[in-house]
């Protein structure tokens, strides 16, 4: 038997139910705060990951899924959405009407990462940008943004993490320093730090490795080091998430796994989750946009690991699945014909209808409508036909009422609706 490829996997249903509403959640969410949603390819030119995550960053250098196509483009599925979504800003000159464009996209990234629990080789992200937005109050938004749609899905133990990157003003300064520090614990970084401390120091400070962690106690901070309009943004993007009650902690090694961000960064973390602490992750990245080609504007997003959120969203499947209004069972060729065509008809004006279409004895026509958790039973048998009326049960107070099979499917239809 052919098995699926390992770290990708299948949403059956049963949980299928979970996905659903954490997307119509999230999508009622976006729709409240103004953005809009975009769909964007899964796979792009490679170049564009490239030029936008960094050369340097652990996705670009090990996860791509990256390969020539039949006539020898290289292509890859795309590893995260802010990239496809800036190139789909600037190549639709979507700032030409208005600079300010808050858009989101729920979909699959693919990432060659060792697999584990809640780390994954095909994932869903759910992202969401804001353009042409400098102010701080855009970072806080969304911040804000991602604190309500977990506590409307009862995500228990989280915590927003704040930092800020500074800007091409201020960060090579602290850049140096921190490299100056990294070269004097050389000996006791890991074989990818050594190499990083040359070319993307700040990725040290993200690293996992318990002796990088231990050489890396007496790092500098970037927030010692931001220039005066950087700080003055990181102090207004607290003070709005206070004004708006959401704790958070100011996290200053807190930095992303991409390249482009500067300022405002943030990841909202859970204790849930053992190592795969973090369950989104964001923050500003105002030089990508004139980067990619396009103009010089600023923009803001986040990312949800989908995945690491159904896992400890406390609104759990139970009870989200479907049951129907009304199972139909039917004795015999001639009460099956007549069910099975009352069934669509309900079915077409929405009821949610079900019926057993080979033969099945009523014992066992019963048995599936209580698994089914039907909420009404409509028999019809040999007397029903002979009456020219079928029996209606209600399954919870099992009262019982005939309804004549004249103009049946609209009666039905009423008196559930009725309900
Ligand atoms: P991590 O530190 O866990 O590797 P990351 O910094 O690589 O995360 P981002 O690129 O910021 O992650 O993506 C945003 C979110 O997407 C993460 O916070 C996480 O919840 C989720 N995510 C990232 N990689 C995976 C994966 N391989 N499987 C499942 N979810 C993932
Ligand atoms: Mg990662």
Redesign the pocket.
Known sequence: MIQLIRGFKDILPGEIELWQRIEAEAKSLFEAFGFREIRIPIMEKTELFKRSIGEETD?VEKEMYTFADRGGEMVTLRP?ATASIVRAYIQHKLYAADPVQRLYMIGPMF?R?RPQK????Q?T?IDAEIFGVASPLADAQLIFLLVTLFARLKVADVEAHVNSLGCPACRPDFRAALQAMLTSVGGSLCADCSRRRERNPLRVLDCKVPSCRAALAGAPSILDHLCRECRRDFDELQAALSGLGVGYRVNPRLV???DYYTRATF?IQTGALGA?S????GGRYDKLVKELGGPDLPATGF???F??LAEIAGVGAAGLQPRPDLFLAALGPESRSLAFDWACRLGRDGVRVEMELGEKSLKSQMKTADRLGAAHVLMVGETELNDRAALLRNMQTKEQIRVPFEGLAERIKTLLDAR
Do not use: H, M, S, T
Not at 118 to 121: L, P
């Open positions: 996705i995260e990432r990462e809640g780390r994954y080789r994932f992200q992303r796994g991409l990841e795969q973090a369950v989104a992750g990312a949800i690991g995945d690491r």
